[in-house]
């Protein structure tokens, strides 16, 4: 079974839990490139460098849980 079939089979099942998690991801996907402004306008230091790295692979990661968010389902 791939990934998209498990995925897809965990919505449809568990769709109580599934929903609220797509939401949130959803928004903190569109939000979260507001915390980069202040993070590039101060310089990407040595300090500052893992921050800014972990935000986007946490950027990736919602991106990837929220991309089905109010899809149109045909």
């Known amino acids: 079974m791939s ?7 965990f919505n449809h099942r568990y769709q109580f839990v599934a929903a609220p998690v797509q939401l ?9 490139p507001l915390v980069y402004v202040p993070l590039l306008f101060d310089g990407l230091r040595e300090k ?9 692979v ?3 990661f919602t991106l990837y ?10």
């Not at 990934?3 to 089979?9: C, K, R, S, V």
């Open 24 to 32: 949130v991801s959803f928004w903190l996907s569109v939000s979260l």
């Open 48 to 56: 500052v460098l893992p921050l800014f790295f972990g935000l986007l």
């Open 3 to 9: 990934l998209p079939e498990i995925l897809t089979a």
């Open 58 to 60: 946490l950027h990736a």
């Open 65 to 74: 849980l929220g991309h089905g968010h109010r899809r149109r389902k045909a």
